[in-house]
């Protein structure tokens, strides 16, 4: 099996980890450049973040720059035909689940069945008490609201769910996704993050987990799995370390791949070697130029090899 590849959009969200700086001023136009770049050239699908706001206290680290990820892939998925719409992730646990079900319903639906729903459980305190939700308890937030989204992304128009934080039924909800099944990707590389991946998801995202650790988190996912006889497909997922197809020409960073395509494929495939199914690219780049040359010669040259 192919090796496939999706990649988190540049601008949306400006975290100083691994924002360009060329992104502070860019805007829509570059968002759908590079979306309808990476719609051709083969990418699975297009990740964005979510984070209603940010304190003073990690503006200087994180940016107070965060797109909204329903508004922002809704936007993109009117300007493309066939890549998937990713939130890697949402944090499902700042708004109850039936509006959850209701934005991300909508998108499904407009975007003819191309939404795969990653969510998280969030770990900016101040955000959480600015919308009146509690922070010590976002982990069993998130996992009802993850029973709570199956319910209400189903196909029933009046979903109904009963537990601890939320209870609803008999109220209609229209647009229904056009999936008859949304897939729900779990984020987040805790523990307790990667059981709820296991048990819970269809898929799991980590966050920062160097290749050296993947092979004990996968073995994990899947012995978890196989004792609570969970059944079913599962997508598992890496992000990549910071890529660059070539010869850069400029410091890219010593952490940063630049290689030939050959040599960048070989170093990929050892991903799903190990078990992964779907990398998420991360590409240095000093222009939108740059960025879309980059995703065009990984889409023709380095993707066949995978």
């Avoid at 570059?30 to 297009?46: Q, S």
């Avoid at 304190?55 to 809704?74: G, H, K």
């Avoid at 991903?271 to 740059?290: D, F, K, L, P, T």
Wanted: charged share 25%; with cysteine.
């Amino acid at each position: 099996m192919s090796l496939r590849y999706g990649i988190q959009l540049p601008v949306q969200s400006q975290s100083t980890i691994y924002a360009e700086t060329w992104e502070a001023d860019a805007g829509p136009e570059d968002l759908l450049a590079v979306a309808r770049t990476a719609d051709r050239a083969g990418f699975a699908y297009l990740a964005s973040c979510d984070h209603v706001a940010i304190p003073r206290r990690l503006a200087s680290a994180m940016s107070t720059v965060w797109y909204d990820p329903v508004a922002t892939l809704a936007f993109l998925a009117a300007a493309t035909g066939r890549i998937r719409l990713l939130s890697h992730v949402a944090v499902v646990g700042l708004r109850h689940p039936l509006l959850t079900a209701k934005q991300f319903a909508t998108l499904d639906h407009l975007s003819n069945g191309r939404l795969i729903l990653g969510v998280g459980a969030g770990h900016v305190r101040e955000e959480f008490e600015a919308l009146g939700v509690d922070f010590e308890r976002r982990g069993s937030a998130l996992d009802e609201s993850i029973d709570a989204l199956r319910a209400a992304l189903g196909p029933d128009e009046f979903p109904e769910h009963h537990g601890r934080l939320y209870d609803f039924e008999g109220l209609g909800q229209r647009p229904r996704p056009a999936q008859e099944q949304v897939p729900v990707w779990v984020g987040g590389s805790s523990p307790a993050a990667v059981r709820r991946a296991a048990l819970k998801g269809d898929g799991w995202l980590p966050q920062g987990d160097p290749r050296e650790r993947l092979p004990a988190q996968i073995a994990r996912i899947r012995r978890l799995r196989e004792e609570a006889a969970v059944e079913g497909p599962f997508v598992i997922g890496a992000i990549t370390e910071p890529l660059y197809v070539g010869k850069p020409g400029w410091d890219v960073g010593r952490r940063t791949v630049a290689k030939d395509a050959e040599e960048l494929a070989e170093s990929l495939r050892a991903y799903r070697a190990m078990g992964v199914h779907q990398v998420q690219v991360r590409i240095r780049c000093r222009s939108r130029a740059e960025l879309t040359d980059q995703i065009e010669a990984f889409g023709t040259e380095v993707a066949p090899l995978l």
